[in-house]
Structures are given as C-alpha cells and as structure tokens.
C-alpha cells in the first residue's frame, strides 16, 4: 500500500508540473507580437502655417528598427542643400502663391549660422511622434508634435511653437501638415515673370529623385535641365543657364492651379540687392516662373 501511494504522490506531482508548463505556455502565447511602428521614412513635404504665409520643409527621412527618425540638411552661401529643404512661401497659402525665398547660410534671426538644418525626432507604438528642427544655431531649434495617420488626408499632422527669442515670431504657435511627395514627371508650361510676353515650357523626367529635361523659351531657345529632388522641391541646372544666372530652385506646389504648378526661382545671394530680370527680388531669390503642370 505504501508503495502505491508513493507511485500516486509521484503521478500526482508530475500532472501538476504538467499543467502548470501548460498553462505557462498558454500564458506566453496569448500576448502576441509587440506593436508595429508606423514609418516616417521617405520623401515628405510638410507645410507650416500660422506665422504669415506658408513655410515649407521638404525632407528625406530615415527610420531605423527602434522609430529613431533623423534627415539631415545645410543650408549653403549659394542656398539649400541635403536632404532637408526650407523655403518660405509668397502670399496667405499655397493656392495663391506668387513666389518662393529659399533659406540660405546666415539666413536666421541672429546672424549667427553653422548651416545645420537637421530634422531628428522618435516615433512610439501608438504612431506618435516628436521631431526636432534644428536651424543652424542661430535659427533655434522647433520641437513639433504629431500624429501619423497613413489613412487619413494628410497622414501626419503636428503643431509647435516657435521658440527662439532672436526672433520676431518667437513664442507663436504654428500647425503642420505632411504628405508623402510625389513624382515631378510631367510637362509644364507658363511665362518668363520678368517678360509676360515670353513663354516658357518644361518636360521633366523623375526617375527615383533624380531630374532631367528639356525645356523652351520662346525668346532665348532651347535648354536642358538636371537636378535631384528633396521631397516636392529640387535644385538644377540649366543648359543654358537662365539670363544672370543664380543657382536654381524649384517647388511643386500642389494647390496652385489646377494640376499643381511649379514655382521656379533663381537665387541670387543673401546680399543680393535686385534681380537680374526686373523683378522684385525676395530675400536673395528671384522668381523666374511659375510653370503649371498640364492636364495627361
């Protein structure tokens, strides 16, 4: 009898073991897989409103595996360069725009610039993100907070306050909106803005961010284009480059007209006093055209 109460006690305890690596099991199993992250990677064009006329910040962004999200720019004695491009907007937003300023070396509050414009900033499990503008110095820095939404139109939407006492826009609080960019790839056609006379049109190719081209001026003949793409804007060049030269700047502004049209400026240099084709000269940018993009 003794031994048969041994052999219960010892079948007894091994089903409760049994049970108990089961239930463990069980317990493990039910939790699931850690959330996905959403992904700010890719080529974005984001606009700020709320401090006069629209800013916007086209970025390359990267994300790595732990929602760590970084871009990174300079902004150049000849203008924007990298992958992070500023430019302020002409006119109450960007369905009325008239032309377009790009930011540049020296170009802050404070004078004082190391031409930094770097974006870097986390995203969590709940699609929440926090990014950080860093403008040169000089510029301050901008923490934005927001939401991605790829289901909604536009995906990510944020707000921030400016926070730089250099500045006379120091302590406003601006909202922003991102949407993925798009391809360039498309004819466009308008008039040279120092000569309504003289027409001007342009076939871009975008292949994966990389620009060419070939474009009429129905005064000064034919001419190429090369460039590459930093979301909805680019930098080129033109062959022949424009009258007065400059470096050249471009940004697909999606609200102006009815295709969306392309705002082309040459930047003449911080110091730069008057534009080379008559026109009103903008922070060292002068407008060349605005090309609107073609219906097919």
């Not at 369905?95 to 974006?119: E, H, K, Q």
């Not at 909604?152 to 400016?162: L, M, N, Q």
Request: aromatic share 6%; glycine share 18%.
């Amino acid at each position: 009898m003794k031994l048969v109460g041994f052999k219960l006690s010892i079948f007894l305890t091994v089903l409760g073991m049994s049970l108990g690596m089961v239930s463990c099991a069980n317990s493990k199993s039910s939790s699931g897989p850690p959330p996905q992250l959403g992904s700010m990677a890719g080529a974005w064009d984001f606009t700020v409103t709320g401090l006069g006329h629209p800013v916007i910040v086209e970025a390359i962004l990267t994300q790595d595996g732990s929602g760590n999200i970084s871009g990174s720019g300079t902004a150049t004695a000849n203008g924007p360069s990298g992958s992070v491009f500023q430019g302020d907007i002409l006119g109450s937003a960007l369905s009325s725009a008239t032309d377009m300023a790009v930011d540049y070396l020296d170009d802050t509050c404070s004078g004082s610039d190391n031409g930094a414009r770097d974006l870097t900033g986390t995203i969590n499990s709940s699609n929440q993100v926090t990014i950080t503008f860093n403008g040169g110095g000089g510029g301050g820095s901008i923490t934005i907070t927001g939401t991605l939404n790829s289901s909604a139109t536009p995906p990510f939407s944020a707000s921030g306050t400016v926070s730089n006492p250099a500045c006379k826009s120091n302590g406003q609080n601006f909202t922003l909106t991102g949407v993925l960019a798009g391809s360039l790839a498309g004819n466009y056609s308008g008039t040279n803005a120092g000569d309504n006379t003289d027409t001007v049109t342009l076939d871009i190719t975008d292949t994966s961010g990389s620009l060419s081209g070939n474009g009429t001026d129905s005064k000064a003949g034919n001419f190429t284009i090369a460039g590459t793409t930093v979301g909805n804007a680019f930098s080129a060049t033109f062959t022949p480059a424009p009258s007065g030269g400059g470096s050249i700047f471009g940004y697909f502004d999606a609200q102006l007209g009815a295709n969306g049209s392309i705002l082309l400026i040459s930047f003449q240099g911080g110091s730069a006093g008057s534009c080379p084709n008559g026109v009103p000269i903008d922070n060292g940018s002068c407008l060349l055209a605005i090309l609107a993009k073609q219906q097919g």
